[in-house]
């Protein structure tokens, strides 16, 4: 059974006060199925009973979002289905947001039940951290830093093909920052990694959490300065500078990737609807509020930061 189609976001979980369960097993989501054939979050008390401890995943506008990684598969009631495209059409993007936080969270769960250090169990300290009884070692929900990268020249923009990509459409540069790199350093390394080229004016333009498994992708654009596209064989097909009337496939709106790209078209368009010209990559400004707004709702269950949209100080 697949995910019946749905207008994006027009789930809406009975708003009760209860909580709301992501439940995980083996990196899918456990969805009650109705016998409408609609799927839906549980509610409630804690569905299913699991050798893992609930965690707060954060907070659906006054009901908590609870995750919970199952230890067993769930009956009959239950669809897995994987966390992607077609729960992102379900849930929308505040619930799918929320689900991002408990799938790391049951992850994280999984993969630190014993000490790296000296093996023993590890036991529950806070929310978000463990403790090792033998060596007093903490442990972390882990984050892998990775950067996105809008690359334009002139009137055009950067886009490559990898070779684990599904399908016909482009993407952007992107790779994970290594020790002790700058993000910007990144960006300007990974660019030329991937393609031969160097940039300058490297500019932030927001970031995604990506639980696949546990990743901050963080967006940048930045202007081609010099060297000739020579792609990196090992991980890319082609990479190509493509100007507005011959954009290519670009990847699903619920990534950031494609937040960017839609960026870009739009401040081209804008420009060519008011002079009847495409404008320089360098003269883009980056959308107001991108330093949280919209890719992170709701705001971190764990700490007190405000949450996006609130009065700044
Ligand atoms: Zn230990």
């Not at 976001?9 to 989501?29: C, D, H, T, V």
């Not at 599904?166 to 660019?191: I, M």
Request: glycine share 10%.
């Amino acid at each position: 059974m697949s995910i019946p189609s749905y207008e994006p976001g027009s789930y809406q979980p009975e708003a009760n006060g209860e909580p709301l369960w992501f439940m995980f097993y083996k990196n899918r989501i456990a969805l009650l199925a109705g016998a409408d054939g609609n799927l839906r979050l549980p509610h409630g008390e804690q569905p299913l009973a699991s050798a893992f401890p609930p965690r707060l995943a954060g907070d659906y506008h006054g009901q908590p979002c609870r995750a919970l990684l199952l230890d067993s598969e769930p009956g009959p009631d239950y669809q897995l289905t994987d966390y992607r495209q077609d729960t992102y059409e379900l849930l929308g993007e505040e619930l799918y947001a929320l689900g991002n936080s408990a799938k790391q969270l049951c992850h994280w769960e999984l993969h630190s039940q014993f000490c790296g250090i000296c093996g023993a169990r590890t036991l529950p300290a806070t929310p978000v951290s463990k403790k090792c009884p033998g060596c007093g070692n903490e442990i972390f929900p882990p984050l892998s830093v990775a950067i996105l990268a809008v690359v334009t020249k002139g009137e055009s923009i950067l886009l490559v093909r990898s070779h684990n990509i599904t399908g016909l459409y482009h993407v952007l540069v992107s790779g994970f920052a290594e020790p002790g790199e700058t993000l910007e350093q990144c960006v300007y390394r990974e660019v030329l990694e991937e393609t031969g080229l160097k940039v300058g004016n490297i500019r932030y333009f927001g970031s995604q959490s990506w639980a696949h498994p546990s990743n901050l992708m963080v967006g940048f654009f930045a202007d081609y300065q010099s060297g000739e596209i020579e792609v990196q064989q090992e991980e890319l097909q082609s990479a190509a500078f493509f100007d507005r009337p011959n954009l290519p496939e670009l990847p699903h709106r619920f990534s950031i990737a494609r937040r960017m790209a839609d960026w870009w078209v739009e401040c081209q368009d804008k420009a060519f609807a008011a002079s009847g010209k495409y404008i320089d990559g360098s003269q883009i400004t980056m959308p107001a509020g991108s330093g949280g707004h919209p890719y992170g709702a709701g705001g971190h269950p764990h700490s007190a930061a405000p949450k996006p949209g609130a009065a700044k100080t």
